[in-house]
């Protein structure tokens, strides 16, 4: 079992720049594929960005394509979602999970979760 702590959120200006972090304890973050998901007010939680065990692939959403990298640093057991260019439609609770799936897209491919960091743009 492996828990995850993300940090990193706050609030920015439209055009600025975050970088999360999400911090795994427990057993090895190399065991698993990595996601990171977001939730606006009243709105569903939908995929931004997954990377693989090894980093050696990367997906993201349409809505966020060119704008934010995710990484991972298995060595510091730490994931890490960059945002750059944020819009206000970017303002949501950003969650990091890990499960075994690669690339997987859907909520239900992920097995661990963090419990949130609160990403805010203001226009």
């Known amino acids: 079992q492996v828990q995850l702590v993300e940090s990193g959120g706050g609030l920015v200006q439209a055009g600025g720049s975050l970088r999360l972090s999400c911090a795994a304890s427990g057993r090895t973050l190399s065991s698993y594929a990595l996601g990171w998901f977001r939730q606006a007010l009243g709105k569903e939680r939908g995929f931004v960005a997954a990377?693989?065990?090894?980093?050696?692939?990367?997906y993201y959403a349409d809505s966020v394509k060119g704008r934010f990298t995710i990484s991972r640093d298995n060595a510091k057991n730490t994931g890490y979602l960059r945002m750059n260019s944020l819009k206000p439609e970017d303002t949501a609770v950003y969650y990091c999970a890990a499960g075994y799936y690669s690339g997987g897209r859907f909520v239900s491919d992920y097995v661990y979760w963090g419990q949130g960091t609160q990403v805010t743009v203001s226009s």
């Open positions: 990377i693989t065990w090894n980093g050696g692939s990367t």
